[in-house]
C-alpha cells in the first residue's frame, strides 16, 4: 500500500458525459500527478501540482482540467468523453516540487470505460 | 522515434535466471526511474537514478549518463518477478520536455517455475 488512495476504482460512462477523479496524496506529501494508461499510448504524463499551483502540464487535453485542493487532494475533471478516453489513470504523490527528480509513490489507478 | 525506448519488449525466463533489461534515452536527463506494474495494475516505484549503481534485495539498476542508457537486473528471478517493468526519464531543464517524466513502453517480464 502506497498511502496514495484514489477514487473510484472503476468508472462505466458513456461518450459525452463528464467524471471526475480524485486523488489523496501520502500524508506529507505536496506534489500531485496526474497520468493517463492507454493500451495504444502507454504511460503518458498529465499534469503535476504542488501545494495548489500547477507546475507542469503534458499531453493535457482541453477537455480535461485538473486541480489541487488546499487539504492537497486532486480531482481530475474529464469531459465530452470519448471512446478513445477509455483508459487507466493513475494518480502519483511525492515530497518535493521537482517533479521526475522525486521518488513518485503510485494509487492503485482509476479504470475509465467509455461506451 | 520514441524519447524513450526498452529492449526487449518481451522475456521469457525460468526461475533462477539472472535477467536484464535495457532503457535507452535521446534527451539529457537529472533521472531515471524504474518501475514495476503488477498483473493487476498497481505500479511501484523501484529505483531513481541518476548516476551509477543500486541496489536494493534481488534488483541492481545502472546507469551509464553519457550512454544515454540504463539496465534494470534481476539476480536469481522468481515467477513472483513477473511483471511489467518501465522506464522513465526526466529531461534536464531548458528542453520542451522538462518537468514531465516520459516513459519507455515497458517491457513484460514473465518467470515461469
Known amino acids: 500500500d502506497s498511502g496514495v488512495t484514489q477514487t473510484p476504482k472503476h468508472l462505466i460512462t458513456a461518450t459525452g458525459q463528464r467524471v471526475t477523479l480524485r486523488c489523496s496524496p501520502r500524508s506529507g506529501d505536496l506534489s500531485v500527478y496526474w497520468y493517463q494508461q492507454s493500451l495504444d499510448q502507454g504511460l503518458q504524463f498529465l499534469i503535476h501540482y504542488y501545494n495548489g499551483e500547477e507546475r507542469a502540464k503534458g499531453n493535457i487535453l482541453e477537455r480535461f482540467s485538473a486541480q489541487q485542493f488546499p487539504d492537497l487532494h486532486s480531482e481530475l475533471n474529464l469531459s465530452s468523453l470519448e471512446l478513445g478516453d477509455s483508459a487507466l489513470y493513475f494518480c502519483a504523490s511525492s515530497v518535493g516540487s521537482s517533479g521526475g527528480g522525486d521518488t513518485q509513490y503510485f494509487g492503485p489507478g482509476t479504470r475509465l470505460t467509455v461506451l | 522515434k520514441n524519447e524513450v525506448e526498452q529492449s526487449p519488449q518481451n522475456l521469457t525466463a525460468q526461475e533462477g535466471e539472472f535477467i536484464t533489461i535495457n532503457c535507452s534515452y535521446s534527451?539529457?536527463?537529472?533521472?531515471l526511474h524504474w518501475l514495476q506494474q503488477h498483473p493487476g495494475g498497481g505500479i511501484v516505484s523501484l529505483f531513481m537514478l541518476s548516476s551509477g549503481k543500486k541496489k536494493h534485495g534481488r534488483l541492481i539498476a545502472t546507469i551509464n549518463i553519457q550512454e544515454k542508457h540504463s539496465s534494470l537486473h534481476i539476480t536469481a528471478s522468481h515467477p513472483r518477478d513477473s511483471a511489467v517493468y518501465i522506464c522513465?526519464?526526466?529531461?534536464?531543464?531548458?528542453?520542451?520536455?522538462?518537468?514531465?517524466?516520459?516513459f519507455g513502453q515497458g517491457t513484460i517480464l514473465t518467470v515461469h517455475p
Open positions: 534527451v539529457g536527463i537529472s533521472a
Open positions: 522513465a526519464v526526466f529531461p534536464l531543464a531548458g528542453g520542451t520536455s522538462y518537468g514531465k517524466l516520459t
